[in-house]
Nanobody, 125 residues
Framework: QVQLVESGGGLVQAGGSLRLACAAS????????MGWFRQAPGKEREFVAT????????QYTDSVKGRFTISRDNAKNTVWLQMNSLKPEDTAVYYC??????????????????WGQGTEVTVSS
């Protein structure tokens, strides 16, 4: 059974940092693309960042470029999202996702097979 478990969310002031982690089990982690998505209240779940199995060629949504960094360690079956210079508009529930998919479709949530339960991030102004 595949499990993705996120951690690291919380309340932080604007300008602060958080590091989210997603621990995976029940799948061959080194062969899947990992993504982070977020969903703010009343909004659709949106793409944040993705990293392929190789750990290279990450992709980011424009609003987080230069502030967020996605990384993974295939030996630890874990993917992280380092979030710096946080803004109130980053407030959302953050989800990690896994799937066997190529980078050209990695921004679409519909292409991921597995999802975590989410971790809440609140950025106060």
């Amino acid at each position: 059974q595949v499990q993705l478990v996120e951690s690291g969310g919380g309340l932080v002031q604007a300008g602060g940092s958080l590091r989210l982690a997603c621990a995976a089990s029940g799948l061959t982690f080194s062969s899947v693309t990992m993504g982070w998505f977020r969903q703010a209240p009343g909004k659709e779940r949106e793409f944040v960042a993705t990293v392929p199995w190789s750990g290279n060629n990450e992709q980011y949504t424009d609003s987080v470029k230069g502030r967020f960094t996605i990384s993974r360690d295939n030996a630890k079956n874990t993917v992280w999202l380092q979030m710096n210079s946080l803004k109130p508009e980053d407030t959302a529930v953050y989800y990690c996702a896994a799937g066997r998919l190529g980078p050209w479709i990695a921004r679409s949530r519909n292409n991921y097979n597995y999802w975590g339960q989410g971790t809440e991030v609140t950025v106060s102004s």
